[in-house]
T-cell receptor, first 114, second 116 residues
């Protein structure tokens, strides 16, 4: 079945460091891909998305490119800030018929030190 | 729009007690779902609903009931609380998209439940 695999955390970086959080997926057809972010004590919120191969999603300095050939959707940011400390979830939507379920990765915790 | 709201924010129960976690959305979304979040386990789907009057089980439905009498509300009932149900519970909703709708889920702020 469909699945999402994220790199395990926690990830600890210094401010202004480069961030990569790896995400790979297994799915049939043409899923949509998402990154969600969860700040401490809050619910999840959509960070960025990509709906077809080679699409690049971007928001708040974060980027991820939908790579069908490598079945990947890695999250990157060139210069992280303390305020980026959060848990990041990769997810896919099978886009099969009326299926609204999301398939979730386990999340990667990021801590950014000043 | 308030988006997705959940009450209460925090709750402590004793084993065997019952309670209802409330969830409401004002975006006229058809699809709603309940998740629990536990350390190292990510998000696990408890129940979901594709519209008023229709509900179905997710990955971990045991010990929970849901109903969907209106589009707006999707309460989650714990019938007889157990310590294993100590968790953070999130409600989410998803609207109808276009031909390639991307199923963005909107989350509530969560309910932190402790069962003693």
């Amino acid at each position: 079945g469909d699945s999402v695999t994220q790199m395990e955390g926690p990830v600890t970086l210094s401010e202004e460091a480069f961030l990569t959080i790896n995400c790979t997926y297994t799915a049939t057809g043409y899923p949509s891909l998402f990154w969600y972010v969860q700040y401490p004590g809050e619910g999840l919120q959509l960070l960025l998305k990509a709906t077809k191969a080679d699409d690049k999603g971007s928001n708040k300095g974060f980027e991820a490119t939908y790579r069908k050939e490598t079945t990947s959707f890695h999250l990157e940011k060139g210069s992280v800030q303390v305020s980026d400390s959060a848990v990041y979830f990769c997810a896919l939507s099978p886009n099969a018929g009326n299926n609204r379920k999301l398939i979730w990765g386990l999340g990667t915790s990021l801590a950014v030190n000043p | 729009n308030a988006g997705v709201t959940q009450t209460p924010k925090f709750q402590v129960l004793k084993t065997g007690q019952s309670m209802t976690l409330q969830c409401a959305q004002d975006m006229n979304h058809e699809y709603m779902s309940w998740y629990r979040q536990d350390p190292g386990m990510g998000l696990r789907l408890i129940h979901y609903s594709v519209g008023a009057g229709i509900t179905d089980q997710g990955e971990v439905p045991n010990g929970y009931n849901v109903s969907r009498s209106t589009t707006e509300d999707f309460p989650l009932r714990l019938l007889s609380a157990a310590p294993s149900q100590t968790s953070v519970y999130f409600c989410a909703s998803t609207g109808r998209g276009g031909r390639r709708h991307y199923n963005e889920q909107f989350f509530g702020p969560g309910t932190r439940l402790t069962v003693l």
